[in-house]
């Protein structure tokens, strides 16, 4: 019944771009927080990026402020991540997850989970 499915992911060299993206079913999207997450094996999951309800608040960890951008279309109950200048310690397999009303930083704290997607950055 709900779906969270991402895609876009792919391989690409360092300083390249992909645009991820994540739709919605079978839930009110628009009473959701969106975050992406990623993980390498071996690594804890980590928050990458984070958006309001209405799109207006977002939030980027550090190693991705200033490449990463996040956005979401609620008309078509979709979120998406432009990644641009890629390096190759960005290779993960990126989760997109769905938190009901308020932001927050922590993966246990979203309802709702992806089946992720693979981000591969390699020359």
């Known amino acids: 019944e709900v779906q969270l499915q991402a895609s876009g992911g792919g391989l690409v060299q360092p300083g390249g771009s992909l645009r991820l993206s994540c739709a919605a079913s079978g839930f009110t999207f628009d009473d959701y927080v969106i975050g992406w997450f990623r993980q390498t094996p071996g690594k804890e999951r980590e928050g990458v990026s984070y958006i309001s309800i209405s799109g207006g608040t977002t939030y980027y960890a550090e190693p991705e402020k200033g490449r990463f951008t996040i956005s979401r279309d609620n008309a078509k109950n979709t979120v998406y991540l432009q990644m641009n200048s890629l390096k190759p310690e960005d290779t993960a397999i990126y989760y997109c997850?769905?938190?009901?009303?308020?932001?927050?930083?922590?993966?246990?704290?979203?309802?709702?989970w992806g089946q992720g997607t693979l981000v591969t950055v390699s020359s």
């Open positions: 997850a769905a938190r009901r009303f308020s932001m927050s930083k922590a993966d246990y704290d979203y309802d709702y």
